[in-house]
């Protein structure tokens, strides 16, 4: 148990917080960010379509990705595979034999659980009991409480304490060694009880594969079995030698890519944190034996730095080293966000030795290998990976940009404190009214603007409430045009976080938003 977590409770009231995301979701549909997929028939289980802010704010994202991984390092390009893949890259991959879920069913409510979900809830379950007696005594002692010696000396958060250190070491030993009758045995022990039918009727814990399968071909007989791929790493793996063949690229470079991917998830909730059908963003780095710990470290750090860039708040992040590594892997680390529910994953870091191009090699029968010139010897190479879902990107923004703010005079409102050069509408252009040549004056400036930024154009209510429906979405700029414009070529500006309001010569607007909205902004921060 960590004291941050007294910070944390104090950060963000839960129940709160919890309010807070489901207005966010019912938010997203609202301003026409995220719908639930094929929502005429009542949807599909965790999957989600991006409406026409959502798609903007998400190709932002991508772009920022991609431009710090492909515009920042000469030595990392970009590739896009195909998501079909031979069916034996999934062989050596290892993922038909152990991309698995441990799940459990409740035989009353007929509910599928992964059961290590089940029992992560659990420890989640005393951490809160230890937190909220760690809050009470800190209200109780105020400025004099001491928290790192009242979790050592306190009897109940100590009782509390030597319970989650028990169940944890169980927990992951029993993960570690995919022992799914201990997995059984511990929710059985632990009086963990489905959350619908209330009961503890549960069944064994089976594996269960995450992949998607599907045919290739046109008859049963002749047909392949295809998977749609659970990680987009091994199209780049399998591209290995054409990157670095055709682009003469040298050890240490990286090929990095954005796509979708797959996974049959047997709880799938939390908007679009879990879903079936998502998107990520990994890049695979090439490097020399032994090296693989110094460049962990680097991409570790740089990583963060990318995060931290967008200015939604340092201590929002976190990093969550693995205690279990898969079975590719000799180092591993997420970097977490803090959503609503918790610090969650957004990104992972894994250094995956010379694993998957080793599999490869020994599957198709090729050789992959480099060529060192400098040590005039050939080698596999090691990979250290960066790998974020885009999706997730996404909610831990909205999460962070959400804020409901209380006006004088009562009034509430609602904004999207996106980071401006994120925001799906850089500028609104608003002609005060909808007549005296003020519509084509706006027109006019609109064209001006539209070249560079996302531009849009609203004449329909009163000023106040259009510039609600634009703090709604995160637009950073409204310019209004109104009489003395025409006189003047003067406009105001008013600004989304503070609300304030400047009146700006025509010819100024662009370098006003542009410095604003420009990504270089966020490299050079990167670049420090
Ligand atoms: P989790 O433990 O949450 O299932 P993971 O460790 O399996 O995630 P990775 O395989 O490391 O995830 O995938 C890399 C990134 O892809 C994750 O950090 C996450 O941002 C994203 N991702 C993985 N699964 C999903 C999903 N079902 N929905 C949305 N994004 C996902």
């Not at 791929?229 to 199209?235: D, F, K, M, N, V």
């Not at 399998?238 to 990286?254: A, C, E, S, W």
Request: aromatic content about 12%.
């Amino acid at each position: 148990m960590q004291p941050f977590l007294t910070e944390y409770c104090k950060l963000y009231n839960m129940a709160t917080q919890e309010e807070t995301f489901k207005k966010l979701v019912a938010h997203c549909k609202e301003y026409g960010f995220v719908f639930p997929s094929s929502e005429i028939y009542d949807g599909l289980g965790a999957v989600y379509d991006y409406g026409q802010n959502g798609v903007e704010l998400k190709n932002n994202i991508k772009r920022y990705w991609w431009d710090s991984m492909t515009l920042l390092h000469e030595n990392i390009v970009g590739i896009d595979a195909a998501i079909f893949m031979h069916p034996t890259t999934w062989k050596a991959s290892g993922h038909v034999d152990a991309f698995n879920d441990p799940l459990i069913d409740n035989r009353d409510s007929k509910k599928r659980y992964r059961a290590d979900v089940l029992i992560e809830e659990q420890l989640a379950k005393i951490e809160d009991k230890i937190n909220k007696e760690v809050e009470k005594a800190a209200k109780r002692f105020g400025d004099s409480f001491d928290e790192t010696m009242f979790r050592q000396t306190n009897p109940r958060v100590m009782e509390h304490q030597e319970h989650w250190n028990q169940l944890h070491e169980r927990y992951s030993k029993a993960m570690n060694a995919s022992d799914l009758a201990e997995l059984k045995q511990i929710i059985l022990d632990e009086e963990i009880v489905c959350p619908i039918s209330g009961t503890r009727n549960w069944t064994d814990v089976r594996q269960f594969n995450l992949m998607f399968q599907t045919e290739m071909g046109s008859t049963a007989d002749g047909a392949m079995k295809i998977y749609l791929r659970p990680e987009t790493a091994q199209g780049i793996f399998v591209n290995y030698l054409n990157v670095q063949k055709t682009g003469r690229m040298k050890i240490p470079f990286g090929i990095a890519q954005i796509g979708k991917a797959f996974r049959n998830e047997i709880v799938a909730r939390q908007f679009v944190f879990r879903m079936r059908e998502f998107e990520q963003m990994e890049m695979q780095f090439f490097i020399k034996p032994g090296t693989e710990m110094e460049w962990f470290k680097h991409w570790k750090e740089f990583r963060l730095k990318w995060h931290k860039a967008l200015g939604l708040g340092d201590e929002k992040y976190r990093y969550h080293d693995h205690e279990k590594l898969a079975h590719y892997a000799n180092a591993a680390t997420d970097i977490e966000f803090l959503m609503p529910f918790g610090f969650k994953e957004v990104e992972g870091i894994h250094s995956r030795t010379n694993f998957d191009l080793s599999q490869h090699a020994k599957y198709s029968g090729k050789k992959i290998e480099y060529f060192d010139p400098e040590l005039n010897e050939s080698y596999t190479p090691y990979v250290i990976e960066t790998s974020i879902g885009v999706d997730r990107m996404f909610l831990s923004i909205m999460c962070a940009a959400y804020k409901e703010e209380q006006l004088e005079g009562g009034e509430t409102r609602v904004v999207l404190q996106l980071p401006a050069v994120l925001a799906p509408v850089k500028v609104c252009v608003m002609p005060l009214v909808k007549k005296d040549g003020l519509p084509e004056k706006a027109r006019e400036i609109m064209d001006m603007l539209k070249f560079d930024f996302k531009t849009t154009y609203d004449e329909k209510d009163s000023i106040g409430k259009r510039y609600r429906r634009q703090d709604a979405i995160g637009t950073p700029f409204c310019i209004t045009i109104d009489h003395d414009t025409l006189n003047d070529n003067c406009v105001t500006v008013r600004y989304r976080d503070t609300m304030a309001q400047d009146r700006v010569k025509i010819e100024d607007l662009h370098e006003l938003i542009a410095k604003a909205v420009d990504m270089k902004q966020l490299y050079r921060k990167l670049m420090a």
